[in-house]
């Protein structure tokens, strides 16, 4: 009669110490995996979103205005719209008005009533030396994109009206088709007893250039303020 075996121990299975990590494993890999899935869904919405915003204006005024003085008043302004949002919406400026208010000695001179007269272009003569001015629409709305920044020369009339020797506080407001307020930008323009004399003695259709950027001429530290007749 055999003797008793004595049992075996039966070897330890070599993948039994890496369950718990494979399985600690396994659930990290599924957070990022569904964290990573969320904010790529996050990141989607708000680009869709963007790319679905009306594209927001940014006005700037140019540094240079040309004005003339017969029976009428003619301000040329040329701004730069623009936006730096890329949308796949555009915004469309529907109309533009001007306001010049009298201050100082003058206020309560009667204040001009300027409309959108049309749009036009500058076309520089180099054996004259000047610039013709040349209308090429009417108003019209303006479209503005991201990659279609617009620079209209607007001519601004006010009918049998004058400038006078004086300070006059500035608006320009740009109507949109997307929000009922209207973009306000903000300037200053002064009037010299030489300008007066000077658009006298040259009539309706001769311009002259009142700038905001002339040194030692501004009363502003940051070098732009009131436009004034400029010297060149």
């Known amino acids: 009669m055999n003797a ?3 049992a075996v121990p039966e070897a330890p299975d070599p993948r039994a110490g890496h369950r718990p990590r494979t399985r ?3 659930s990290a890999h599924l957070w990022i995996t569904t964290v990573t899935g969320l904010v790529a869904l996050i990141v989607s919405l708000y680009n869709f979103w963007e790319l679905r915003k009306k594209p927001d204006i940014d006005v700037t005024l140019p540094h240079l205005v040309r004005v003339a003085q017969g029976k009428d008043v003619w301000l040329y302004l040329q701004p730069t719209l623009s936006t ?3 949308t796949q919406d555009v915004e469309v400026v529907m109309g533009a008005e001007l306001r010049l208010r009298p201050s100082g000695p003058i206020t309560g001179s009667r204040e001009p009533e300027f409309f959108w007269d049309e749009t036009g272009s500058w076309t520089y003569n180099r054996e004259r030396n ?3 001015y040349r209308r090429e629409a009417d ?3 303006l479209v503005v994109s991201q990659d279609k920044p617009q620079q209209p020369v607007i001519l601004f009339n006010a ?3 004058n400038l006078q020797p004086g300070r006059y506080e500035g608006s320009l407001s740009l109507h949109r088709a997307s929000k009922p307020d209207p973009l306000v930008s903000g300037f200053c323009l002064e009037i010299s007893e030489q300008a007066v004399k000077r658009f006298r003695g040259a009539g309706q259709q001769t311009h002259f250039d009142f700038r905001d950027d002339v040194p030692h001429s501004t009363g502003s530290s940051s070098g732009r303020d009131c436009y004034r007749l400029s010297p060149v």
């Open 4 to 6: 008793a075996q004595p």
């Open 24 to 26: 600690r494993f396994e």
């Open 84 to 86: 730096r949002i890329k």
């Open 130 to 132: 000047d610039l013709t």
């Open 139 to 141: 108003p019209v709305p």
């Open 159 to 161: 009918v049998d009206w």
